[in-house]
């Protein structure tokens, strides 16, 4: 007993001093989640190879849990979607976000229907979703809750609840296209990203659901970090991060976001989200 | 039958509409899935199954102990109220609240499922302890010390009616580890969840059936000498204690969960508690009331959903009405029903008859109906047959139903408060249960919130706890039947 009890402090031990010097980040686990593991170790690898330090990727399961993981302090780096990024800086004094997809300069939410309600594409806000049945994404998404609440209180000056007949959330962007092509529910709204690549998939019957609305554009997904990781690896290292998330060219690794490159960003380049988030009261 | 009337009266204002048009496509997939499982894409699926084993095993053995250790004050009313509330909050929300504190770690794991188990626990066990045979603790010599008392004259008594319900719960905490997954433990639940949301059926298929052979094989591997055993190799599984950061406990103790507008405050006057009032005036009229109400009218009509399916889902695992063939059959049936997550099947209703309460009552009903029709079955065995017994319908209707109908009701009301936990997780699904709101609450990253409503969430448990109590002792039922 006394051994096990010995191997088993000497193990404790271990873990934790290893922890302490390793550079740990995740991501919002928005497509894809089933492989998450193999694309974000890849992009750790490439991190270790250009920061010298071991670099680990923890996976989440939710929003939430990605911003909690920032606020303990157990990752130190997250790939956070434009909402769970504005929340987790607000929490953490310091921190920053330093780098955000090319595409995220200009990200956009579709509001899409089933082929039997009969809506079709046009310019402005389709205010005939009025009575229908609708489905956010995950509680926490951007462009699966935050945005696409904003345009709907903006157009009806009521909630959601008011506005729909039932208001669901399917907790996923590919399950969101999922439940209104089947018509479970009438009417959902999604991230863009994921309509396309769903569709290049073969994954969608366009005779079954399409896309009635298109919101403008807004920021969204960006890297955040700590503030304090130049106190804890060395002077210099949040400019190194920066520099490495910069010069990511593998069109292997860029796939794993999936983005075409990723460009600077600040904290005020989020300042429309804080303002939509305060307005629709999911920020305090 | 006053219950049934109420449940009537429930699913009159219970939201019950079906609206889907072509769930066909996405069934057909879920079908195809179900029949080629792929046993293959599952990254460390060795691991997490090791692990979801690893938190069953020592969080069940923790909650037994810290169980067993209440239950020797359980008659202080203190403590029986404590293990009330611990017992009243969902393994999945203490979860969440242990996420916040300490993080990804095993601790989370463990103590999401020592915490509720301990409560179950030492209700039970007091319970079983109480209604041991008196004859035997009189026989005992005059000026028998207390612990020895203990030992060798109460514990033999019952020694056999603990283990049967310790192994139970080992089941249910099986279940429970791998819906811990769903928030980011790394168990089976983890790879379910996101192969769900994906829509990788196939890889679904495998990782259930992996689990309903988990849960089905237990009697051959869970071996009461080999528990020792189980438990060290566990802890070397799951390093518990490692990587917690004391920093983020006192965060989470004296910030995250102080009510927003009282945060950081430094003199409290009346604009205080004028913005303190609107805040919690939000929290409970906007979300605690209509979540209250969400709530019961779900659980009314899952718990006399639940009550019909027992009735018919008892036979089938009973020596009195199959051979044993279509008994294997039938325990296979009922092994599926309860360990398939509600989550999953509420999921798959949701698809045929699109967003209503419906699809939760049904999963709920065919959950607990199976968790009930398994244990009737075996109570039914019990029974001595007599020799004029009649056969088939006969049989069931005139001698085998009213024999073992106050066990029945017994084992439904005792079922009712985890009916009503279970309604959280359907929160998640979108039906605005109090869970919903408490999901909301954490996505939000809005803790003080979500601590209100989870305590709102365990009294109004511990109401039905006691309203259960209550009609169960003018019916004159145990109080304790044998095993829930």
Redesign the interface.
């Known amino acids: 007993m006394k051994k096990?009890l010995s191997f088993?402090f000497v193990?404790?031990a271990l873990?934790?001093v290893a922890?302490a010097e390793t550079f740990v980040f995740t991501a919002i686990?928005d497509e894809?989640?089933?492989?998450?593991?193999?694309r974000f170790d890849k992009v750790a690898t490439y991190l270790s190879q250009e920061l010298g330090v071991e670099v680990k990727y923890?996976?989440?399961?939710?929003?939430?849990?990605a911003?909690?993981?920032f606020?303990?302090?157990?990752v130190q780096l997250a790939w956070f979607g434009g909402l769970s990024g504005v929340?987790a800086r607000l929490?953490v004094p310091g921190s920053e976000a330093i780098a955000q997809g090319f595409e995220d300069q200009a990200f956009v939410t579709y509001f899409i229907a089933?082929s039997?309600t009969g809506l079709k594409e046009g310019k402005d806000f389709p205010g005939k979703i009025q009575d229908k049945?609708f489905?956010f994404g995950?509680?926490?998404s951007t462009s699966g809750r935050l945005m696409p609440e904003f345009y709907i209180r903006e157009h009806f000056k009521k909630s959601p609840e008011d506005v729909f007949k039932?208001?669901?959330?399917?907790?996923?962007h590919?399950?969101t296209i999922?439940?209104v092509?089947?018509?479970?529910?009438q009417v959902g709204a999604l991230n863009f990203k994921v309509w396309e690549n769903e569709i290049k998939a073969g994954?969608v019957?366009p005779s079954?659901v399409s896309i009635i609305w298109k919101t403008p554009p807004y920021p969204d997904y960006q890297w955040s970090i700590r503030g304090d990781v130049n106190t804890i690896f060395g002077a210099g290292f949040k400019d190194k991060v920066t520099r490495s998330l910069l010069e990511m060219k593998d069109p292997d690794l860029l796939a794993s976001f999936p983005r075409r490159s990723f460009i600077p960003a600040r904290n005020s380049d989020y300042q429309p989200i804080v303002d939509v988030g305060k307005k629709v009261g999911?920020l305090? | 039958m006053s219950f049934i009337g109420i449940a009537v009266f429930c699913v009159l204002v219970g939201d019950l509409e079906i609206?889907?048009?072509?769930?066909w496509?996405?069934m057909g997939r879920m079908a195809l899935g179900a029949v080629s499982p792929d046993f293959f894409?599952?990254?460390?699926l060795g691991r997490a199954f090791l692990n979801t084993l690893a938190f069953a095993i020592i969080g069940v053995a923790l909650g037994s102990a810290l169980g067993f250790a209440l239950s020797m004050v359980f008659h202080n009313p203190g403590v029986r109220f404590f293990c009330a509330f611990i017992r009243a909050i969902h393994e999945l929300f203490w979860g969440l609240i242990f996420?916040?504190a300490f993080?990804?770690t095993p601790l989370t794991g463990v103590l999401a499922l020592a915490i509720p188990y301990a409560g179950i626990f030492a209700k039970v066990y007091s319970e079983i302890l109480d209604e041991s045979d008196q004859a035997h603790l009189k026989a005992a010599p005059e000026g028998t010390g207390f612990i020895s008392f203990f030992l060798f004259v109460r514990i033999p008594d019952v020694w056999a009616h603990i283990k049967t319900y310790t192994l139970y719960r080992l089941e249910c905490g099986l279940r429970s580890s791998t819906v811990l997954?769903?928030?980011?433990l790394p168990t089976i639940g983890?790879?379910l969840?996101?192969?769900f949301?994906?829509?990788?059926y196939e890889?679904v298929a495998a990782l259930l059936y992996l689990f309903f052979a988990l849960i089905a094989s237990m009697r051959w591997w869970m071996r009461p000498k080999l528990v020792p055993f189980y438990v060290?190799t566990a802890?070397?599984v799951l390093?518990v204690?490692?990587?917690i950061?004391m920093?983020?406990v006192v965060r989470f103790l004296t910030e995250d969960i102080v009510p927003?507008p009282l945060r950081w405050v430094e003199s409290y006057n009346v604009d205080t508690f004028y913005i303190f009032g609107q805040w919690l005036r939000v929290v409970v009229v906007e979300q605690a009331l209509p979540g209250i109400v969400n709530t019961v009218v779900l659980t009314m009509i899952a718990l006399v959903g639940a009550g019909g399916l027992t009735l018919i889902f008892f036979p089938l695992v009973s020596a009195k009405f199959f051979g044993r063939w279509p008994r294997k059959a039938g325990h296979m049936f009922l092994v599926i029903m309860r360990s398939t997550p509600e989550y999953i099947m509420a999921y798959v209703f949701?698809?045929l008859w699109?967003?209503?309460m419906l699809p939760a009552i049904v999963a709920l009903s065919l959950h607990n109906g199976a968790i009930i029709g398994h244990l009737i079955g075996h109570h039914a065995d019990q029974l001595p047959a007599r020799a004029d017994a009649p056969k088939g319908l006969n049989l069931y209707a005139y001698d085998v139903l009213p024999r073992i109908y106050r066990q029945f009701l017994a084992f439904l009301f005792y079922r009712w408060e985890v009916i009503m936990r279970e309604t959280a997780i359907l929160g998640?699904?979108?039906i605005h249960t109090l869970g919903f709101y408490v999901?909301?609450a954490?996505?939000?990253?809005?803790f003080d919130r979500a601590l209100v409503l989870i305590v709102i969430t365990a009294l109004l448990n511990i109401s039905v706890d006691k309203i259960s109590r209550t009609v169960r002792t003018r019916l004159r039922l145990s109080r304790s039947p044998d095993i829930v």
Do not use: M
Request: no cysteine; charged share 20%.
């Open positions: 096990i088993l193990f404790l873990t934790s922890h686990p894809d989640e089933s492989r998450l593991r193999s923890i996976p989440v399961k939710s929003y939430g849990a911003v909690t993981a606020l303990n302090n157990q929340r929490r089933n039997s049945t489905t995950s509680k926490g039932r208001v669901g959330f399917s907790g996923d590919s399950k999922q439940l092509q089947s018509g479970a529910y994954k019957d079954k999911l305090d | 609206s889907t048009l072509d769930p496509q996405e894409t599952t990254e460390n996420l916040q993080g990804l997954g769903f928030i980011g983890f790879h969840e996101s192969a949301k994906q829509g990788n890889e060290a802890l070397f390093p204690g490692a990587d950061s920093v983020n927003g949701l698809q699109g967003p209503s998640i699904l979108g999901d909301s954490f996505v939000d990253i809005r």
